[in-house]
């Protein structure tokens, strides 16, 4: 399991035991593991290098597609010789999609579930993403020497609070603000949830998504001119991650909002269409109208409207 850019696998535990879905799973005889992305508060060792120092934060989302990802397979096939059914959710399923066209993690999965699936972003509305991705705000903490995203303090946490007021925006409730207005969250959940997060992430990483947003494409990091991409690629334009190179035979449960702001139906309709001619017994697409973002992992009506949903087609492809 794995989920957003600067969450870590704490938020699928918010809700009570009998309404989160790996203890769900768990309950179900699966054997659960949780992913927790580079720069979170479990993800913040190195074998030599520290967060204070910049090279730590030297990484994007296509590291955690090229090392992260594969070493979490890796360990998880070594330990149980079984395939692995992978469920991802916002970021998680990004990587997912990315690492799965490049064909490197496909021999060890048996089936993959998206929820509030990511990959295009041309039409996110959530107000201080778009304005943060058309404003260069990483790029901009990038050049002024932050290397560590901390949406929660220092220069991050203030061109934050700069760009709601900007908008007009209440910032105080950064879950709806980001995310679009949930339907099902209840108010304990979400104090629970602020405390704990949004956690760090690293600058290049947020650059790198303010560009997926910019140019309307899925590619690997732009380093910013054609000498360096070349240096870096071999060629001027980072190369493309070709979603429909997944296989067609992968079994694929997809789950999506009505009222999400960062997976936009226009943008997950977009990334359906390229699994056009993916093998029609092997898809399976749910829409949840009044659902947003995060409705996904903390809504109350979760295990009712997506989670049994869910098991049932990991139990199937067993």
């Excluded at 799973?25 to 593991?33: E, H, P, R, T």
């Excluded at 296509?62 to 959710?89: C, N, R, W």
């Excluded at 509030?116 to 020497?145: C, N, Q, R, W």
């Excluded at 980072?238 to 979603?243: E, L």
């Amino acid at each position: 399991m794995w989920t957003e850019t600067t969450v870590d696998g704490m938020s699928w535990l918010l809700n009570p035991a009998d309404q989160n879905l790996p203890l769900i799973l768990a309950d179900q005889g699966f054997d659960v593991w949780m992913g927790n992305t580079r720069g979170t508060r479990f993800s913040r060792r190195h074998k030599y290098l520290n967060p204070s120092q910049r090279a730590f934060w030297n990484w994007t989302w296509d590291e955690l597609v090229s090392y992260d990802l594969p070493a979490m397979f890796d360990h998880i096939h070594g330990l149980t010789g079984q395939k692995i059914h992978y469920l991802g959710h916002s970021l998680g399923t990004l990587i997912g999609f990315a690492s799965f066209s490049e064909k490197g993690l496909v021999d060890q999965v048996r089936s993959a579930a998206m929820l509030s699936p990511v990959a295009y972003l041309s039409h996110m509305t959530t107000v201080i993403g778009d304005i943060a991705a058309k404003t260069f705000l990483a790029e901009a903490t990038s050049i002024l020497g932050w290397p560590e995203f901390n949406p929660k303090s220092g220069l991050v946490g203030d061109f934050i609070k700069a760009i709601c007021l900007k908008a007009g925006i209440d910032c105080y409730d950064l879950v709806s603000v980001i995310t679009g207005k949930n339907c099902c969250l209840n108010a304990s959940t979400i104090d629970l949830f602020l405390a704990n997060e949004p956690q760090s992430t690293s600058t290049k990483n947020m650059i790198h998504l303010a560009q997926t947003v910019r140019d309307k494409e899925l590619r690997k990091y732009n380093y910013g001119s054609s000498d360096r991409n070349i240096k870096h690629y071999g060629q001027a334009i980072p190369p493309a991650y070709n979603i429909s190179a997944i296989p067609h035979e992968l079994p694929l449960f997809f789950s999506y909002g009505g009222l999400d702001s960062l997976a936009d139906v226009k943008d997950v309709e977009f990334l359906l269409d390229q699994f056009k001619y993916h093998d029609i017994d092997k898809m399976n697409v749910q829409f949840v109208k009044d659902y947003a973002h995060a409705d996904f992992i903390m809504g109350v009506t979760a295990k009712d409207v997506v989670y049994n949903q869910v098991a049932t087609f990991f139990k199937r492809q067993a």
